[in-house]
Structures are given as C-alpha cells and as structure tokens.
T-cell receptor
Framework: LAKTTQPISMDSYEGQEVNITCSHNNIATNDYITWYQQFPSQGPRFIIQ???TKVTNEVASLFIPADRKSSTLSLPRVSLSDTAVYYCLVAPNAGGTSYGKLTFGQGTILTVHP | DSGVTQTPKHLITATGQRVTLRCSPR?????VYWYQQSLDQGLQFLIQYYNGEERAKGNILERFSAQQFPDLHSELNLSSLELGDSALYFC??????????????FGPGTRLTVL
C-alpha cells in the first residue's frame, strides 16, 4: 500500500505560486493521485486528480514525473483564502485485496500572508 | 455545500456509551466512505460501502461498525466509547465504487466528544 509523505507546513504570500510535493515511493500501477483542500472544521474538498504527466484545471495544476514516485500540486497566484490544509490521496482504480485502505498524507498546512 | 449531509453536528457522551452517526450521500451517489480525523492522527479511512455492500476496510476498530441501507444512507455505530475516540467523523460519497478515480464529496462532519 502506498504511503505518502508531505511537508507539514508551508508559508507564502499573496500573488505567489505555491508548489506542494507529495512523495509516494511505492505507488502501484493502478494507483491514482488526488489532492484535496480542507478548511478548519469543514470536510475536505476535491482539487485535482491525475495519473501521470500534467493535469490542469481552473484552480490548480498537478505534475507527476514519469516514475510517479512523487506529485506536485501547483497553486498559481495564491490569495489569503487559499490558507488551508492540503492532502494528497493515493488510491487504486481497481478492486481486489490491495484496496484495503485509502492512504491520505498527513497534510500540508499552507499559510498565505498578505 | 457538497450535498452530503451528516447528523448530528455535535455529540457529547460518556465513556462506555454507544452512539450512531448518520450520513446521507449526494443524490445519485452509490458509495459512502467514513473517516476519522483527530488532531494527532490526521484523516484516517475507516470503511467504504458501495450500493449496500462493504467495499473496502481501513483501520476500523472492532468496536465500530457501519452499514449502508437500501435508500443508500449510511450509519456508523461506535460502541464502548473511549476518550481516544473523540474526533471529527466525516462521511464522503462518490458516484462509483473506485476511490482512485471517483471524486469524493465530503459532508460537514460530526464532532464527537467523549467525556
């Protein structure tokens, strides 16, 4: 089962680009990578998902190198409202015995300063 | 608003007691996931149901059990409660049964306090 590691915290300033990396060295072939955002006392919210290379949507980009042992969430031009905890999730797109656990990282606390 | 509802919002009880947490998924979603979030453990996956059947199991204690009913709502039962069970319990739902590619929509959570 893939174990994920993220930085505990990061600081940034408004208008900057922020990159948060998640390490998942033993990712399996059928695992996908998903990032979620969580504000205090709220449930996590989906940001972006990918399998390999680069994925972009209206709020973020996700970069996954060829070996897939890490992934980087990129938030362009952050604002104060992006202050939150960011989790990466590695989970398989298949059933079977490997589907025992959904592994969320410990989360990265991003603080955006004025 | 994710469309996932959880009740109650807050629950305060004593050690040794039993409680039931309820979750209603988004309309059309067949999967329900349960998570426990405490300060020192982060977001821990407990269990997943898909269309009434258990699909995947995480670090769920034997004192905890869950089920998904024909109308697709789910209940998480916590018994013989201990102080360490105090946490936020989240329910999430998704359309299909594969967490790898299905977007999970999380509810607002139930905050359980065991005294």
């Amino acid at each position: 089962l893939a174990k994920t590691t993220q930085p505990i915290s990061m600081d940034s300033y408004e208008g900057q680009e922020v990159n948060i990396t998640c390490s998942h060295n033993n990712i399996a072939t059928n695992d996908y990578i998903t990032w979620y955002q969580q504000f205090p006392s709220q449930g996590p919210r989906f940001i972006i998902q990918g399998y390999k290379t680069k994925v972009t949507n209206e709020v973020a980009s996700l970069f996954i190198p060829a070996d897939r042992k890490s992934s980087t969430l990129s938030l362009p031009r952050v604002s104060l409202s992006d202050t939150a905890v960011y989790y990466c999730l590695v989970a398989p797109n298949a059933g079977g015995t490997s589907y025992g656990k959904l592994t969320f990282g410990q989360g990265t606390i991003l603080t955006v300063h004025p | 608003d994710s469309g996932v509802t959880q009740t109650p919002k807050h629950l305060i009880t004593a050690t040794g007691q039993r409680v039931t947490l309820r979750c209603s998924p988004r309309s059309g979603d067949l999967s329900v996931y349960w998570y426990q979030q405490s300060l020192d453990q982060g977001l821990q996956f407990l269990i997943q149901y898909y269309n009434g059947e258990e699909r995947a199991k995480g670090n769920i204690l034997e004192r905890f059990s869950a089920q998904q009913f024909p109308d697709l709502h789910s209940e998480l039962n916590l018994s013989s409660l201990e102080l360490g069970d105090s946490a936020l319990y989240f329910c999430a739902s998704s359309v299909g049964g594969l967490a790898g590619t299905d977007t999970q929509y999380f509810g607002p959570g139930t905050r359980l306090t065991v005294l």
